[in-house]
């Protein structure tokens, strides 16, 4: 039997930092809104390090005192490491950004970091329910064909319940529940990385203002480990390659996967060589992909439901959050006109979609075996800046300039299609 519940003014499926965040800002407008999460929080989930412009969505949402008061691991740098263990000189983002903002950032553990959001959007004026599972979306005819009115979801005790509300955020992730069923996700075909990762206690760090500092250790083909160092003497540490060349020799278990690859990596395999492991070794296969369409009338995707993106640069926190942030506002402003209409999100999507591209030309960059950010900076050293701000996250600017440089030395992929809102869904896909 289902049980119809109340309405809302807004349903967010998802209470990670895309959920969480557009749920704190919508409550901050005053409408009534409901988040729908899945698990009962704190829960465990992967990444972990944030990039300078993370900075942005955060101050919007109040978090930053919280922040400089966390146990969180400041960071003020990243390094690159060759295949031969050679380190490069830490870039630190104080000599590009503002020392008071931006340019320090943070290493959290997202057990704890996801679990301050989700309790900021509640203490903002959201309602969040854990441990309840969107199962459906729930159709209507609109105006331009099919619209989503609500949700049908399922308690942990197996209770099925209906929410309604004219607009529904869907933030569930790169499971993406939306463009999955809708078959609007498009996978990238050169980004299908597999990811192989673990924790230590007690490893080595670096000492002073480097002990946060994210190192990104290359492997020969094609994949790179991360260092994320994290409070409490902890570390994040993960090999990321083609699937083929992790699986070598048909080997399986992450856990054998990952010591072969150690045992491969000098400056890995000496940061770890004293401190203990700790915990389960992970696994997961990386499609980067987007979803061609933003949403419908009455649906908006948000984070990585909306696009994915290989985590090299560890980008997705911070599209995570700001699209949250803009979502929430696209959403108010929805409300305010009682306008749920597509073309109503085509800015919000355009926006992030352009940030997402100008990221997704450095990763590919970054994978291409002749590349390196080195040969474009000897030649245009101003091409610096322009790669330091992209990967700092400062992702919606005009980077024509840059990507003429670097096609000089690898070849770009084509902007994929914006991905605005489906302006009209045929009955038949409204499953
Ligand atoms: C290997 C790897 C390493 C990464 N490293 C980094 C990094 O260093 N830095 C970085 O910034 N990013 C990193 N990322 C990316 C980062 O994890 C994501 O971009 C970020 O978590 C996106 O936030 P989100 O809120 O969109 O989705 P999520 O954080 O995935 O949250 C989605 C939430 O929706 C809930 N949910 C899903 N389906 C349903 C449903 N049907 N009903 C109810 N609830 C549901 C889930 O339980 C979850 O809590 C990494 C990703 C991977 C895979």
Redesign the pocket.
């Known amino acids: 039997m289902t049980t119809v519940e109340k309405h809302w003014d807004a349903i967010v499926?998802?209470?990670?930092?895309?959920?969480?965040?557009a749920a704190a800002i919508l409550a901050e407008h005053g409408h009534r809104v409901l988040a729908?999460?899945?698990?009962k929080?704190p829960?465990y989930?992967?990444?972990?390090?944030?990039?300078p412009f993370?900075y942005g969505p955060m101050e919007r949402l109040g978090l930053i005192p919280m922040m400089k008061q966390s146990a969180f691991q400041k960071k003020y740098s990243v390094q690159f490491v060759a295949p031969n263990g050679k380190a490069s000189q830490p870039f630190y983002f104080f000599n590009r950004y503002d020392r008071e903002t931006v340019a320090q950032t943070w290493?959290i553990l997202?057990s704890e970091f996801?679990e301050i959001l989700l309790q900021h959007a509640r203490t903002k004026g959201a309602e969040v329910m854990e441990e309840?599972?969107?199962?459906e979306l729930l159709w209507e005819k609109g105006y331009s064909g099919q619209r989503v009115v609500g949700?049908r979801?399922q308690t942990k005790a197996g209770a099925l319940v209906e929410f309604r509300a004219p607009i529904t955020l869907d933030?569930?992730?790169?499971?993406s529940?939306t463009a999955v069923r809708n078959n609007w996700r498009t996978k990238d075909p050169y980004l299908n990385k597999v990811?192989v990762?673990t924790y230590y206690r007690g490893s080595k760090r670096e000492p002073g203002l480097d002990e946060g500092q994210?190192t990104v250790a290359m492997i020969p083909h094609k994949g790179w480990f991360?260092h994320?160092p994290q409070h409490n003497d902890m570390v994040?540490v993960?090999v990321?390659a083609e699937g083929k060349y992790l699986t070598r020799g048909g080997v399986k278990d992450p856990k054998a996967i990952f010591h072969r690859e150690v045992e491969e990596n000098l400056w890995i395999k000496d940061h770890l060589s004293v401190g203990e492991q700790v915990g389960e070794y992970?696994i997961?296969s990386?499609y980067s992909f987007h979803s061609r369409h933003c949403g419908c009338e009455g649906l908006v995707l948000?984070?990585?439901?909306?696009a994915?993106?290989d985590?090299v640069f560890?980008?997705?926190?911070?599209?995570?959050?700001k699209?949250?942030v803009l979502a929430g506002d696209a959403v108010h402003e929805a409300i305010a006109a009682r306008d749920f209409s597509p073309a109503r999100f085509g800015d919000y999507a355009r926006f992030m979609r352009e940030g997402v591209e100008n990221m997704r030309k450095l990763v590919y960059a970054f994978y291409d075996p002749n590349f390196s950010f080195k040969q474009v900076i000897d030649k245009y050293p101003e091409a610096a800046y322009e790669i330091t701000d992209c990967l700092s996250g400062d992702v919606n600017k005009d980077f024509t300039s840059l990507w003429n440089k670097i096609r000089e030395f690898a070849p770009l992929p084509e902007e994929l299609p914006v991905g605005g809102p489906l302006a009209k869904l045929p009955a038949a896909q409204a499953a």
């Open positions: 499926i998802g209470g990670g930092p895309a959920g969480a965040s729908l999460e899945r698990e929080f829960r989930h992967i990444g972990e390090s944030m990039i993370t290493q997202r996801d309840i599972t969107v199962k949700v979801a933030c569930t992730g790169k499971e529940f990811a990762w994210t991360w994320i994040s993960g990321v992970f997961t990386e948000v984070g990585d439901a909306f994915f993106l985590p560890s980008s997705g926190l911070m599209l995570a959050l699209s949250g």
